[in-house]
C-alpha cells in the first residue's frame, strides 16, 4: 500500500536554532511530494513541492526540502527557526494518474520557543 | 482574492439529520476534493470531481455525497450523519488534476455529531 509517514508526532526547537521536520514515503512510480502547513483554526497552506529536478526545493518563509531517493525521503528543513513557524506540518504524496490523489502523513505539530 | 470558502465553518447536529456543507472556489479550477482530517490520521479523501459532472470517490467514501453542477460549487452531503462523521472537513481545488499541481484549501468545517 502506498502511505506517507512522519514519524515524530512533535518536534520542539528554540528560536533561532535549525528545524526539521522528517518525512518518509512509499509510493509507486515517480513521487511528487509537497509540505503543507497548517495554522490554527485555519486551512493547509501550500509550503513547497519536489517533482523533478534539483533535489533541494525552496519553498515559502524560508522553508526548504530535500528530496533523497535512495532513502525515500522529504524532509522539511529551516534554517533559523521563528516562534511563527510554530503549526501543524504536513507532507504528502501525489499519486501518478490525473485523480489529483494526495496521500497526506498524519502531521507534525512544530513548536518553537522563544 | 482567490480563495476557497466553506459553510458553516462550525455545525453541531444529530444523528439523522440531513446536512450539506457548501464548498466554492473562485479560480476557475477544475479539481475539487473533499477531505477530513481526523487525529493522528492526517487528511483523507472522501470524494473528489475532475470537472463538472464528473465526481468518484476517495478513501473513504460511506456515508457521504456529492455533487458538481457547477464548476466553482463542490458541496459535500451528509444525508443521514452519525456520530463518527465527526471531524474537520476540508474542501479543496486545483487547477487540473495532475497529481503534481498544488491544492488550495478552505478554512476548514467542524462538524460535530450528538
Known amino acids: 500500500a502506498q502511505s506517507v509517514a512522519q514519524p515524530e508526532d512533535q518536534v520542539n526547537v528554540a528560536e533561532g536554532n535549525p528545524l526539521t521536520v522528517k518525512c518518509t514515503y512509499s509510493v509507486s512510480g515517480n513521487p511528487y511530494l509537497f509540505w503543507y502547513v497548517q495554522y490554527p483554526n485555519r486551512g493547509l497552506q501550500f509550503l513547497l513541492k519536489y517533482i523533478t529536478g534539483d533535489n533541494l526545493v525552496k519553498g515559502s518563509y524560508g522553508f526548504e526540502a530535500e528530496f533523497n531517493k535512495s532513502q525515500t525521503s522529504f524532509h522539511l528543513k529551516k534554517p533559523s527557526a521563528l516562534v511563527s513557524d510554530s503549526a501543524l506540518y504536513f507532507c504528502a504524496a501525489g499519486i501518478s494518474g490525473n485523480t489529483g490523489k494526495l496521500i497526506f502523513g498524519q502531521g507534525t505539530t512544530l513548536q518553537v520557543k522563544p | 482574492e482567490a480563495q476557497v470558502t466553506q459553510n458553516p465553518r462550525y455545525l453541531i447536529t444529530v444523528t439523522g439529520k440531513k446536512l450539506t456543507v457548501t464548498c466554492s472556489q473562485n479560480?476557475?479550477?477544475?479539481?475539487m476534493s473533499w477531505y477530513r482530517q481526523d487525529p493522528g490520521l492526517g487528511l483523507r479523501q472522501i470524494y473528489y470531481s475532475m470537472n463538472v459532472e464528473v465526481t468518484d470517490k476517495g478513501d473513504v467514501p460511506e456515508g457521504y455525497k456529492v455533487s458538481r453542477k457547477e464548476k466553482r460549487n463542490f458541496p459535500l452531503i451528509l444525508e443521514s450523519p452519525s456520530p463518527n462523521q465527526t471531524s474537520l472537513y476540508f474542501c479543496a481545488s486545483s487547477s487540473r488534476s495532475n497529481s503534481y499541481n498544488e491544492q488550495f484549501f478552505g478554512p476548514g468545517t467542524r462538524l460535530t455529531v450528538l
Open positions: 479560480m476557475n479550477h477544475e479539481y
